[in-house]
């Protein structure tokens, strides 16, 4: 069972429209990561959200922390060709296996 | 300031042989980390070294090793390889180690194949 499960788990959609990823466990963290992974590359940090009900913006992405810290989003805004990628959410879950990744959501935007 | 390397690129294994993989981390970090990714488990942690000592270890085998050296440098070496150990191996190094859940800086992997 995966600690952190992300929907969909792929998408494909046009240049401009808005997207929404979903990563939703039942534990509670004391913060949570965004990377993008693209092709041939290692996955690279967006975003760390720490506060319950949190929401932060990078340009055209909105992260949003759950109020109770167990799940949280990502919302692209008229999403470009350069926004494909796998995305993924990472957490600590306290565990031996410490910074835990959810199961990804592969995002390719066409124009 | 230079990012996180990793030797090889890409390889080709045969089942039974052994592998080394490298990494050498940003400079200042002293915390690294090892994943495994795969497309059906995803990204799996596998190991994380901090001033050449395994702070942690995911639940992978015994025939998955690794080390760090006094530089930071880390290698990882995967004994009897089987065919399920194609993946890619991703290094990741720190300011602040995993455990403080600081970001994490990744290599671009080394790919492994197994025939």
């Known amino acids: 069972t995966q600690l952190l499960e992300q929907s969909p788990q792929f998408l494909s959609i046009q240049e401009g429209e808005n997207l929404t990823v979903y990563c939703n466990s039942s534990?509670?963290?004391?913060?949570l990561q965004w990377y993008r992974q693209e092709p041939g590359e290692g996955p690279v940090l967006l975003v760390t959200?720490?506060?319950?009900?949190e929401v932060k913006k990078l340009k055209r992405l909105t992260f949003q922390f759950g109020d109770a810290r167990k799940d949280s989003s990502l919302h692209i805004t008229a999403a470009q060709p350069g926004d494909t990628g796998l995305y993924l959410c990472?957490?600590?879950?306290?565990?031996?296996?410490?910074?835990?990744f959810g199961t990804g959501t592969r995002l390719q935007v066409t124009l | 300031k230079a990012g996180v390397t990793q030797t090889p690129r890409y390889l080709i294994k045969t089942r039974g042989q052994q592998v080394t993989l490298s990494c050498s981390p940003i400079?200042?970090?002293?915390?690294v980390s090892w994943y495994q990714q795969t497309p059906g488990q995803g990204l799996q942690f596998l190991f994380e070294?901090?001033?050449?000592?395994?702070?942690n270890k995911g639940n992978f085998p015994g025939r998955f090793s690794g080390r760090q050296f006094s530089n930071s440098r880390s290698e990882m070496n995967v004994s009897t390889l089987e065919l399920g150990d194609s993946a890619l191996y991703l290094c990741?190094?720190?300011?602040?180690?995993?455990?403080?859940?600081?970001?994490?800086?990744f290599g671009e992997g080394s790919r492994l194949t197994v025939l």
């Open positions: 070294y901090f001033s050449e000592t395994q702070r």
């Open positions: 534990s509670v963290f004391s913060s």
């Open positions: 990741a190094s720190s300011w602040y180690g995993v455990e403080n859940t600081g970001e994490l800086f």
């Open positions: 400079s200042g970090h002293r915390s």
């Open positions: 990472a957490a600590d879950t306290g565990t031996a296996s410490k910074l835990t």
């Open positions: 959200v720490v506060t319950g009900g």
